[in-house]
């Protein structure tokens, strides 16, 4: 199960820190993302880590957003920073279970099986 958190109105270059925590699994052993859907548009993937520690992001949050993962609360952060109005959406985590090599991720949601609820994100300016 994931429970995703943080969500909330933030002006234009604010900042949120999203949490995702897990239980019935530790976050080290699966792949985590974040994901986020606006209004009118497909879910995409933000930022994802793999359970080795791959990370990636998405172009646009580069320099922006920071995915991290504390093991010992058996949670996963996503920080974002320089908020925009094109970053308001609902933001959902997801955890993968299959092993993936060093080096390698999963972006599209297709390939995440659990999913917790979303936190909404709105950007003001």
């Known amino acids: 199960q994931l429970q995703a958190s943080g969500g909330g109105l933030v002006q234009v270059g604010g900042s949120l820190r999203l949490s995702c925590a897990a239980s019935g699994f530790t976050v080290d052993a699966y792949g985590i993302g974040w994901f986020r859907q606006a209004p009118g548009k497909e879910r995409e993937g933000v930022s994802v880590i793999s359970a080795v520690g791959t990370i990636w992001y998405k172009d646009s949050v580069k320099g922006r957003f920071t995915i991290s993962r504390d093991n010992g609360k058996n949670t996963v952060y996503l920080q974002m920073n320089n908020l925009k109005p094109e970053d308001a959406a609902v933001y959902y985590c997801?955890?993968?279970?299959?092993?993936?090599?060093?080096?390698?991720?999963?972006?599209?949601?297709?390939?995440?099986?659990?999913w917790g609820q979303g936190t909404q994100v709105t950007v003001s300016s």
């Open positions: 997801a955890a993968d279970p299959r092993p993936l090599s060093r080096g390698l991720v999963r972006i599209s949601p297709d390939q995440y099986d659990y």
